[in-house]
């Protein structure tokens, strides 16, 4: 359990802050942008190839490249309940150990590092390597209007496509795809099922 602490450490985005301002419909129109480049992304074997260079990746490109990205079925907004809840939960006996080794002071700052976009990540690794490298290939970064104070963090779904979590920041969104399973993202019910340490609301169906 040791690899998924470091695995979440290193996936966190430290997105940078600003202020507040921008509505649901600014997030919803940003992320929509985020989203169709990503279904450009996977739409080009070449961008992928120069990026990655593996050929198993393909098999996945495959898969991902369903032309239906710029119309989502549902978009939920995703808050992570509780940290450190979260993060004590992934660790073996020895990180344990080791994190009560701690100050407090220095805990709190590893857990600002712990968010919706490494838990994430962490379901995507148990798909395997080849989608854990694909996710890293594909991942978009575009620039906006928006001044978000805190990461704000939205889950796009497709009738065909794989979900894409996008990431907002100050004056920019990153956005990245989930291998979650279908049955999993059918309902809100069920996407908290598979999901029980974020709150996810509803933002649009």
């Known amino acids: 359990m040791k690899k998924w602490f470091i695995l979440m450490l290193a996936a966190a985005l430290m997105l940078s802050t600003g202020a507040l301002g921008e509505s649901k419909t600014d997030y919803l129109t940003a992320g929509l942008e985020v989203t169709k480049i990503m279904g450009q992304i996977a739409a080009d074997e070449n961008y992928i190839s120069l990026i990655v260079g593996v050929s198993e990746i393909d098999a996945v490109r495959e898969t991902v490249n369903t032309g239906d990205y710029d119309r989502p079925t549902a978009v939920y907004e995703l808050k992570l309940k509780d940290p450190r809840a979260f993060v004590e939960s992934t660790m073996d006996e020895t990180t344990r150990e080791t994190w009560a080794k701690i100050p407090e002071e220095l805990k709190e700052q590893a857990l600002r590092r712990f968010n919706v976009q490494a838990l994430l990540t ?40 794989t979900p894409i979590l996008v990431s907002f920041g ?13 049955e999993q993202c059918a ?8 999901l029980p340490d974020l709150e996810i609301t509803l933002v649009e169906e």
């Open 187 to 194: 309902t809100p019910d069920d996407l908290q099922t598979a």
């Open 122 to 161: 962490m379901y995507t690794s148990r798909q395997g390597a080849v989608n854990i490298a694909f996710s890293s290939a594909t991942v978009a970064v575009v620039p906006n209007d928006l001044t978000a104070e805190e990461s704000v963090y939205y889950l796009y779904t497709f009738e065909k496509g």
């Open 170 to 182: 100050y004056r920019g969104a990153t956005g990245t795809f989930v291998f979650l399973p279908k």
